[in-house]
């Protein structure tokens, strides 16, 4: 494990969570397009289902990097490589 390795999970970290901030979105959409169908605001509702739909398409890279990211081997070896930094920054101050 390198650092290189270690700043890749954090990237994809970043990704996973953005990924689901615009998924949580979609969904608020859908919400409020079910509260304007309930009152009869059809044209409203129909602006944002279409605004909904397109960010749903965000959960297949959120699923897809939380199964990459969070692999076992992959979690053992960066602590690994956190501890081993951890000891020479300690070791050298």
Known sequence: MNASKLYLRDLLGIGLVISAILVVLGLI???LAALNFITHEEV?????LHEALPLFFFLLPCIAIARFISRPKWVHSIEVYQLESAKKYSQSH
């Open 29 to 31: 959409f859908c919400i």
């Open 44 to 48: 409203l509702a129909n602006t944002y």
